[in-house]
């Protein structure tokens, strides 16, 4: 599992897409996709989950977040991209 988050700036949203945008707005990793924004509504950070194959690396699943923000429509300038592959988090357990 990738999870990806994409920081960017929206571009012309008019009041419906900033309200849709602020109705689903939340901190979760879905594989659809989820927005944040700062209070004026240009600025937003997108999180995204996207299942690991065998083979996948972080560009394929930066590609893949990239798609599905791309899905939800909204005309945006992408700044930053980060990738985490959840396959090499170590989890330290308490003794």
Known sequence: M????????????????????AAGSSPAYTEAGTFTCDASGSAFTFRCQVPAGADDDEDDAALL?????????YAHEILQVAVTDMRTIKVRRRP
């Not at 990738?2 to 700036?9: A, P, S």
């Not at 571009?11 to 309200?19: C, H, Q, V």
Request: aromatic content about 6%; charged content about 30%; proline content about 0%.
């Open 65 to 73: 977040a990239m798609a599905a923000l791309e899905a939800h429509g």
């Open 2 to 21: 990738f999870r990806v988050t994409i920081r960017g700036k929206f571009k012309g949203l008019d009041a419906a897409e900033r309200a849709a945008v």
